[in-house]
């Protein structure tokens, strides 16, 4: 099915180590995000890339890093995980303008020890 | 800044009550607006949206309008079933980015 897919789904980490969450789209967008979901927090913008080849910080980018390795994918790595960043996390692909809204994956949860 | 505000929860009611999810928005111009829903365990879903004054989005027997005079943009359905038992998030994009500004959600809890 044409989407957004994520991986890992869970990940528990340790503090202080470090991982890259993975995301692919399959619709030929030009623009990803990553998102974390918090309660009572809503989603927060980390990183967004409008374009191949362009990344720009988001709301809450401190601790993160992304690359947009090609036009279907867009990673997000943790160089040194902090308790702070358990969370949910969701990447999500649009069209780069226009009224459209965005494709959601389904999320991957992680938690940091 | 632009900015998205919607009513707190939880939201519990009773099968086949009337729901209505409040949401108020600030933005410069003229931005599209979205309301998306979780279902426990998944990603967010698109489930309307509406892209000026006026205009209604519908779904799966959910509507909401877009006021621009209230800059508002309620969720509404006649008949709430346990199977929209989720949350809500209403959201909007505008301007010169891309971007969508979400509100912090709503939880709806439909009891049979």
């Known amino acids: 099915n044409a989407g957004v897919t994520q991986t890992p789904k869970f990940q528990v980490l340790k503090t202080g180590q470090s991982m890259t969450l993975q995301c692919a789209q399959d619709?030929?967008?030009?623009?990803m995000y990553w998102y974390r979901q918090d309660p009572g927090m809503g989603l927060r913008l980390i990183y967004y890339s409008a374009s191949e080849g362009t990344t720009d910080k988001g709301e809450v980018p401190n601790g993160y890093n992304v690359s947009r390795l090609n036009k279907r994918e867009f990673s997000l790595r943790l160089e040194s995980a902090a308790p702070s960043q358990t969370s949910v996390y969701f990447c999500?692909?649009?069209?780069?303008?226009?009224?459209?809204?965005?494709?959601f994956g389904s999320g991957t949860r992680l938690t940091v020890v | 800044g632009n900015s998205v505000t919607q009513m707190e929860g939880p939201v519990t009611l009773s099968e086949e009550a009337f729901l209505t999810i409040n949401c108020t928005y600030t933005?410069?111009?003229?931005?599209?607006l979205f309301w998306y829903v979780q279902y426990p365990g998944e990603g967010l879903q698109l489930l309307l949206k509406?892209?000026?004054?006026?205009d209604k989005g519908s779904n799966k027997g959910f509507e909401a309008t877009y006021r621009k005079e209230t800059t508002s943009f309620h969720l509404e359905k006649g008949s709430v079933q346990v199977s929209d038992s989720a949350v809500y998030f209403c959201?909007?994009?505008?301007?010169?980015?891309?971007?969508?500004?979400f509100g912090t959600g709503t939880l709806l809890a439909v009891q049979p």
């Open positions: 933005a410069t111009g003229y931005p599209s």
């Open positions: 509406a892209t000026k004054a006026d």
């Open positions: 619709m030929n967008h030009n623009s």
């Open positions: 959201a909007l994009k505008g301007g010169a980015t891309n971007k969508l500004i």
């Open positions: 999500a692909s649009s069209e780069i303008a226009g009224s459209y809204g965005y494709t």
